[in-house]
């Protein structure tokens, strides 16, 4: 071909978010995939080419059955096409392709693959139908030649072909080809030389391989995997010491011998470590059917890559059948699935670290002990194998370690040596998924228990004596034979020996001896090791004559208690005497009291006489005895000490002890004390109910009483809880009639924060009966409406003092009539059954109302309910613009508009003037003079009609005053009831007639201008 076609993968490390896979959906049905880097994944299918740069479609080539798909370093995605052609849409970044060899012409190219190092090799059919394998070499910069590598008529390709590069860049490619017996053929390539032909022992030549898969060791020979229905096989490739093939295969492990049938395989090396080398998938199918991903574990080496395998647990539910898997820096990895169109490609990163899981806590491993198997355990977070090793270099000379690998997983055998003390050592643990990045170490910590001691040691003297009470003996503790040196010794035996550390143990006898031939003692000694381990015990014994001195007759904090009252008291006896008290042959024991304070009053002290003791007379005896009066509390000490008298140490005297005799009142049991309740009812008619108990001393006790009002039924009305004694007021609930209740108590105490339940006891109270009584009436008025009459809903409120169950009517007394004249219930409505409103409006209608509680008692008042009216008459004042400076008069008008559908007469307007002076004489209704009343600061007018809907005008003249402004007002009432309203005021005209008004403000002005005139004129003349 002329065009270059020179590829190369760029290698890097893949970041993913997460370690679960993606899956991409293509056109048509997968056949071959490529991974170029981490993140870029190309596929062809069986309609269409496409390629993916991290998630995103960056390319898409419509090529039916493409034999293979490139993405240059540039970045140029084609694919080439059946006939050879080479295709790069729509940019034709790359042209040419493998039909122009003129070697050959090309018609049917059935797979093409390059190696990471931009060599190309091909496999197909040229005309007339004979195999041809092309090689394109590395570094060519420009339009390379595809050279034959071999033309056979006798075979035919198949699509299996592996490539790769070995260190040092030397191509290497494995073709499949079948001859005309169905005879399968593996022919291995060193760049463009037949190195041999491959075999797998065991499998028949006629059985088709699926796969073949080459990558790269530390030497000049790549490793093959091949994969068939069989399972999968690896051989380490050599070229033949003499004619005829090669073969280096045997079947590779994989956890659980599952059954596969492998359809594709893909393992690189070159970005792992010592730690862990080789990453790759294997795809195919178990014996059921299965869809199975296999991972390869990570091996120590290049050389080892691939050996050992395991199912991959994240491609569990895969959507279709894997055909093919391509994988690139042991971080990313697509896989071709055999499904039409949608979810047909898987794309995995390797993007989580191994972990430790199990097996790096620490471990106890006993000293000369056999071996000890301990597991250490890894996983990935993305589910890929993980090899665990270790390095024992820190066990050297105390473990003996040895160490099984399996996937995630690694069995230690550890045997220890002998030690004076415990000793720790940490093996270092590594795990690895393949890639160097992710390689993470550990550590488990192995602690060589110390259990082996010291030899027992030697111990002088061996046997000693002394008496109780005597002089002290030491002993002394050597060394014994054996490899471990004491570093101190442990000494065991009752009573205690003192110790100082230097090996010597001080006996110290006890005080009494409490036999009268005397006691031995047995004590032990051992050695401890370094680690604290001690040895086998040294008995040694010491022999202690009897007797010792008398005990303490009262222990630390010794106390009595006496319960006051009558005839109460105590007797104070010592607790103990001497030890030995029982014993045959102790001498006799007496005992010595005194006080060591004055006695408190209401208690006295007794000997067993029955005389008084003073705190200045010491008293011998067995007893004294304590009495108190009745519910006294106070406390009382007495001291005392034991004295003996023996044969060969004369007298003999304990210590001085203290008893305290604490008094107080008798304890009673609250949980048998009754409750007392009495009843005392008050002026105001409450009952207060007064608490009391059986008890003998209750200020000694928080008493309290639960206390419950409860109906006849036995509901609860109302509780509380009261001091004992004390009182209680109970909510008695008012009531109409005499009713019964029942108050209950329920003793009980909770000092101490315990509560204990004491008697409880009921008492019947009843209450008095409520009067019958009426309150204040809501609704102050009934309205009038024309041609409705006049209605209003009236409300007889009752005291809540009073009885509410009564029985209310209401009767008409005087006013216009109603409707119904009787009427009943709290709350009525009324209407008058007149409709005038001249007639209705300022009466009052007189109502008496009757709360009838029964049993003959009831109540009575009277409520006067006046009669009103919403205002109707609109009332708007106009002024006019004076005449003329002849009179400096000013016209008034105001217009009284009828808002009802009602005529009304009898109207009477009362006219508010303030700021001026109106003119007597000057008012008009109408038109019409009329006589107006002078009021205080006014004047009214009686007997004004107003039509229904219709407006009246009223007229009046004004004499404006020299200073202050003028002020006009009006009001109409309808038998001393208010109906109108007021409304804004029209402002006044400066050409005499005032906002459209009729002017007959004016013409009032110019008559009366004018019989002005004709009186000044008569008087001059």
Same mark, same amino acid.
């Given at each position: 071909m002329r065009a270059a076609i020179v590829f190369s993968l760029c290698l890097g490390v893949a970041t993913a978010a997460s370690a679960e896979w993606d899956v991409f959906s293509v056109d048509g049905v997968p056949r071959w995939v490529n991974t170029w880097r981490p993140g870029v994944v190309s596929v062809a299918t069986t309609e269409a080419a496409r390629l993916w740069e991290n998630g995103t479609v960056t390319g898409d080539i419509l090529e039916f059955f493409a034999p293979g798909t490139f993405l240059s370093p540039s970045g140029c995605f084609a694919v080439v096409r059946r006939d050879g052609a080479l295709l790069s849409p729509p940019l034709h970044c790359l042209s040419g392709g493998i039909a122009d060899n003129p070697n050959t012409t090309f018609h049917d190219v059935q797979r093409v693959r390059i190696t990471p190092s931009s060599t190309g090799y091909s496999m197909g059919l040229t005309e007339p139908d004979e195999l041809e394998l092309l090689f394109s070499g590395e570094g060519q910069a420009a339009s390379p030649p595809?050279?034959?590598?071999?033309?056979?008529?006798?075979? /035919?390709?198949?699509?299996?072909?592996?490539?790769?590069?070995?260190?040092?860049?030397?191509?290497?490619?494995?073709?499949?080809?079948?001859?005309?017996?169905?005879?399968?053929?593996? +022919?291995?390539?060193?760049?463009? $030389?037949?190195?041999?032909?491959?075999?797998?022992?065991?499998?028949?030549?006629?059985?088709?391989?699926?796969?073949?898969?080459?990558?790269?060791?530390?030497?000049?020979?790549?490793?093959?995997?091949?994969?068939?229905?069989?399972?999968?096989?690896?051989?380490?490739?050599?070229?033949?010491?003499?004619?005829?093939?090669?073969?280096?295969?045997?079947?590779?492990?994989?956890?659980?011998?599952?059954?596969?049938?492998?359809?594709?395989?893909?393992?690189?090396?070159?970005?792992?470590?010592?730690?862990?080398?080789?990453?790759? +998938?294997?795809?195919?199918?178990?014996?059921?059917?299965?869809?199975?991903? +296999?991972?390869?574990?990570?091996?120590?080496?290049?050389?080892?890559?691939?050996?050992?395998?395991?199912?991959?647990?994240?491609?569990?539910?895969?959507?279709?059948?894997?055909?093919?898997?391509?994988?690139?820096?042991?971080?990313?990895?697509?896989?071709?699935?055999?499904?039409?169109?949608?979810?047909?490609?898987?794309?995995?990163?390797?993007?989580?670290?191994?972990?430790? *899981?199990?097996? *790096?806590?620490?471990?106890?491993?006993?000293?000369?002990?056999?071996? *000890?198997?301990?597991?250490?355990?890894?996983?990935?977070?993305?589910?890929?194998?993980?090899?665990?090793?270790?390095?024992?270099?820190?066990?050297?000379?105390?473990?003996?370690?040895?160490?099984?690998?399996?996937?995630?997983?690694?069995?230690?055998? +550890?045997?220890?040596?002998?030690?004076?003390?415990?000793? *720790?050592r940490v093996l270092q643990l590594f795990a690895s998924d393949g890639l160097k990045d992710h390689d993470v170490d550990g550590g488990v910590s192995v602690r060589v228990v110390n259990r082996n001691?010291?030899?027992?040691?030697?111990?002088?003297?061996?046997?000693?004596?002394?008496?109780?009470?005597? #002089?002290? /003996?030491?002993?002394?503790?050597?060394?014994?034979? =054996?490899?471990?040196?004491?570093?101190?010794?442990?000494?065991?035996?009752?009573?205690?020996?003192?110790?100082?550390? #230097?090996?010597?143990a001080t006996f110290n006898p006890p005080a009494v001896v409490c036999q009268s031939e005397g006691a031995t003692y047995t004590y032990t000694v051992q050695a401890r090791d370094e680690g604290g381990v001690w040895s086998a015990a040294t008995l040694f014994t010491v022999d202690v004559a009897p007797w010792g001195r008398p005990s303490v007759p009262f222990g630390p904090g010794a106390r009595l208690a006496l319960a006051s009252g009558p005839d109460a008291g105590v007797d104070v006896v010592p607790e103990a005497l001497h030890e030995c008290t029982g014993t045959a042959g102790l001498p006799p024991v007496e005992t010595v009291w005194r006080l060591g304070m004055a006695v408190p009053v209401g208690l006295s002290v007794k000997d067993a006489n029955g005389g008084t003791v003073s705190p200045e007379s010491p008293v011998v005896g067995e007893r004294l005895r304590v009495e108190a009066a009745a519910c006294t509390r106070a406390s009382l000490e007495l001291i005392a000490r034991n004295r003996m008298e023996t044969g060969a140490g004369g007298v003999q005297e304990g210590a001085e002890s203290t008893v305290r005799v604490d008094v107080a009142p008798p304890v009673e049991d609250v949980t048998a004390a009754g409750l007392n309740l009495t009843e005392v009812r008050g002026g105001d008619g409450q009952v207060d109910i007064q608490l009391g108990s059986t008890l003998l001393c209750p200020a000694e006790y928080t008493l309290k009483a639960r206390m419950f009002l409860r109906?006849?039924?036995?509901?609860?009305?109302?509780?509380?809880?009261?001091?004992?004694?004390?009182?209680?007021?109970?909510?008695?609930?008012?009531?109409?009639?005499? !009713?019964?209740?029942?108050?209950?108590?329920?003793?009980?105490?909770?000092?101490?924060?315990?509560q204990r339940n004491g008697g409880t006891a009921e008492l019947r109270v009843s209450t008095e009966a409520l009067q019958p009584a009426l309150g204040a009436l809501e609704g102050e008025a009934l309205e009038a409406r024309c041609g409705e009459g006049a209605t209003a809903t009236l409300t007889q409120t009752i005291p809540s003092n009073a009885c509410r169950e009564v029985a209310i009517t209401w009767t008409q007394v005087s006013g216009p009539a109603l409707e119904e004249g009787t009427l009943?219930?709290? !709350?009525?409505?009324?209407?008058?059954? =007149?409709?005038?409103?001249?007639?209705?409006?300022?009466?009052?209608?007189?109502?008496?109302?009757?709360?009838?509680?029964?049993?003959?008692?009831?109540?009575?008042?009277?409520?006067?309910?006046?009669i009103t009216v919403a205002p109707f008459v609109d009332v708007v004042h106009e002024t006019e613009s004076p005449l003329g400076s002849e009179t400096g008069l000013v016209g008034v008008v105001a217009r009284l508009r009828n808002t009802s559908e009602c005529r009304v007469g009898g109207l009477v307007h009362l006219e508010r003037v303030e700021g001026v002076e109106w003119v007597p004489g000057s008012v008009k209704v109408d038109g019409r003079p009329v006589v107006e009343r002078a009021v205080d600061g006014g004047f009214e007018v009686d007997g004004i009609t107003l039509e229904a809907g219709a407006t009246g005008t009223l007229t009046y003249v004004v004499r404006p005053a020299l200073l202050g402004s003028a002020r006009h007002g009006g009001?109409?009432?309808?038998?001393?009831?208010?109906?109108? =309203?007021?409304?804004? $005021?029209?402002?006044?005209?400066g050409c005499g007639c005032s906002g459209g008004g009729s002017g007959a403000a004016v013409f009032g002005l110019v008559a009366l201008a004018r019989l002005l005139r004709r009186r000044r004129a008569g008087a001059e003349g």
């Open positions: 595809w050279d034959r590598l071999l033309v056979n008529p006798t075979y /035919r390709p198949t699509y299996v072909l592996g490539v790769t590069d070995t260190n040092g860049g030397a191509p290497h490619a494995i073709f499949q080809v079948t001859d005309n017996s169905s005879m399968r053929h593996l +022919l291995w390539f060193r760049g463009h $030389d037949l190195v041999s032909e491959v075999v797998v022992a065991g499998i028949p030549a006629t059985v088709e391989h699926s796969t073949v898969d080459l990558f790269a060791t530390e030497g000049p020979d790549p490793v093959a995997l091949i994969g068939n229905a069989s399972g999968l096989f690896r051989g380490q490739l050599t070229p033949p010491s003499s004619p005829g093939p090669v073969s280096p295969f045997s079947p590779v492990t994989v956890q659980g011998s599952p059954s596969v049938s492998i359809a594709s395989v893909d393992v690189n090396t070159g970005k792992g470590s010592r730690l862990g080398e080789g990453y790759g +998938l294997a795809v195919g199918t178990d014996g059921s059917g299965n869809n199975v991903v +296999l991972g390869a574990v990570p091996a120590d080496s290049a050389a080892d890559a691939g050996t050992l395998w395991r199912v991959h647990p994240a491609f569990a539910g895969l959507p279709g059948a894997p055909m093919e898997v391509s994988c690139v820096d042991s971080t990313f990895c697509a896989i071709a699935l055999n499904r039409a169109t949608a979810f047909n490609v898987v794309v995995y990163s390797n993007a989580a670290k191994p972990e430790f *899981t199990a097996g *790096t806590g620490a471990l106890n491993v006993d000293e000369s002990s056999g071996p *000890t198997v301990h597991q250490v355990v890894a996983t990935d977070g993305d589910g890929d194998a993980v090899r665990v090793s270790m390095d024992a270099t820190a066990a050297a000379g105390l473990l003996d370690v040895s160490a099984v690998a399996q996937p995630d997983q690694l069995e230690l055998r +550890l045997s220890a040596r002998e030690v004076c003390k415990d000793e *720790t001691g010291p030899a027992a040691p030697g111990v002088s003297p061996s046997r000693a004596s002394t008496v109780a009470g005597g #002089s002290a /003996r030491v002993f002394t503790a050597s060394p014994g034979a =054996g490899p471990c040196p004491p570093r101190d010794y442990v000494w065991s035996g009752t009573p205690a020996l003192v110790t100082d550390g #230097s090996g010597t109906d006849t039924a036995g509901g609860t009305l109302a509780d509380a809880v009261v001091d004992v004694p004390g009182s209680w007021r109970p909510p008695l609930p008012a009531a109409c009639t005499v !009713q019964e209740y029942v108050v209950r108590g329920e003793l009980f105490e909770e000092s101490g924060g315990a009943s219930g709290e !709350q009525v409505s009324v209407a008058t059954s =007149g409709t005038e409103l001249e007639a209705l409006v300022g009466e009052s209608v007189v109502l008496r109302v009757t709360a009838d509680a029964g049993d003959g008692r009831s109540a009575t008042t009277e409520h006067v309910v006046p009001e109409v009432f309808l038998n001393r009831v208010l109906v109108s =309203g007021s409304i804004p $005021d029209a402002p006044s005209s």
